[in-house]
């Protein structure tokens, strides 16, 4: 084998791995956020596309036929397109919890800074998501989004592509997401239903108390008590589930 043929299959395994890390890299939480530059998020999955094809199972490619190279190229895009997609739905259960939370709280028209979130979100919404970025750094987690990165080759051989499989599990993530998302927002919906109730009563017993300037600050109070209360359950059962889902790709 001369040096230009070894260098060109080297060269189209790079691109292999790259076609499913990068595609990953763009939805990922952590990696993919909207915060982080396009050009720094580019350098970053070429360096860690670089850094894992020497381990990743990927042989040399061969040029010799176009067709095949460019369907592995497509099915290996559309392979990470889908881990970085239900990533990003499993992590979509924090904003929609901080919706409904800011919902429940009086907060819901507090526009907050839209970092990843979607659009209009809520100051809850946009600080829930980021506390559960940074957590996924404080506690190594983006280490083990990048062993499943790697590992995800056991799972979806290069080349291999399950759509009825992948379609399932898309649903299945919206399901868990929403799931969890309500797990979380289950005390702010009692909380929201007994404070208002006792509104209620109040104002049935005294007709001129201003319900709502009364009511809009100790509401407030007590869902941000209750947030700061419940936040480490709250994040620790994300990073669990989220953590759960990434071993299903080392399998």
């Known amino acids: 084998m001369d040096l230009e043929t070894f260098l060109v299959e080297q060269f189209l395994a790079f691109a292999l791995v790259f076609a499913r890390l990068g595609a ?16 720094h998020r580019l350098i970053f999955a070429l360096a860690l596309s670089a850094a894992l094809q020497p381990v990743a199972p990927v042989g040399p490619v061969s040029a010799a036929d176009p ?3 460019f369907a592995a190229l497509g099915i290996e895009i559309a392979i990470g397109l889908w881990i970085g997609l239900v990533a990003r739905i ?17 907060l819901a028209n507090a526009f907050g800074p839209q970092l990843g979130s979607f659009e209009g979100s809520t100051m809850v919404a946009s600080g829930l998501l980021m506390a559960g970025i940074a957590l996924i750094f404080a506690t190594d987690l983006h280490h083990v989004i990048i062993g499943a990165l790697l590992m995800s080759y056991d799972v979806f051989p290069v080349g291999l592509i399950m759509p009825g499989d992948m379609a399932d599990q898309i649903a299945r993530a ?46 407030i109070v007590a869902a941000l008590l209750v947030l700061a209360l419940s936040g480490p359950a709250l994040f620790t059962g994300f990073l669990q589930f989220f953590s759960d889902w990434l071993a299903t790709l080392t399998f």
Request: net charge positive; hydrophobic share 60%; aromatic share 12%.
């Open 174 to 219: 919206i399901s868990s997401s929403f799931w969890i998302a309500v797990s979380i927002t289950a005390p702010f919906y009692v909380l929201g239903l007994l404070i208002n109730l006792a509104l209620g009563l109040a104002n049935k017993m005294l007709p001129t108390l201003p319900v709502f300037f009364v009511a809009v600050p100790g509401l």
């Open 90 to 106: 499993l992590m979509s259960a924090l904003q929609f919890a901080g919706y409904q939370i800011g919902m429940v709280a009086g």
């Open 67 to 69: 067709v095949a190279l």
């Open 24 to 39: 990953a890299l763009m939805f990922m939480p952590g990696f993919g956020e909207q915060a982080v530059p396009v050009r």
